[in-house]
């Protein structure tokens, strides 16, 4: 059974940084593009930031950029997404995808609070 499993959520003050992780399981990882998304209330799903399978190439949405930082560890079957200088329109569920040839699969999410 293939799943992702996001965890690492949590209340962080403006300013602060905290780090998601999401583990794959049941996947042959090193062929997976690794991505996050988040939804905030009321808003549609957002893409955040994208990661090829050897880690060599990077993508992130203009709003993240410079503030998070996407990476991987194949050997473990993870990926995480560190977030520095986090802003109240960050608050969201941050969603972990997996992209295995053309088809997405998705974790349950993890709530990110951005609040003094």
């Known amino acids: 059974v293939q799943s992702l499993v996001e965890s690492g959520g949590g209340l962080v003050q403006p300013g602060g940084s905290l780090t998601l992780s999401c583990t794959a399981s049941g996947f042959t990882f090193y062929y997976l593009y690794m991505s996050w998304y988040r939804q905030a209330p009321g808003k549609e799903r957002e893409f955040v930031a994208g990661i090829i399978n050897d880690g060599t190439y990077t993508r992130y949405a203009d709003s993240v950029e410079g503030r998070f930082h996407i990476s991987r560890d194949n050997a473990k079957e993870m990926v995480y997404l560190q977030m520095n200088s986090l802003k109240a329109d960050d608050t969201a569920v941050y969603y972990c995808?997996?992209?295995?040839?053309?088809?997405?699969?998705w974790g349950q999410g993890t709530q990110v609070t951005v609040s003094s």
């Open positions: 995808k997996a992209t295995q040839n053309d088809v997405p699969f």
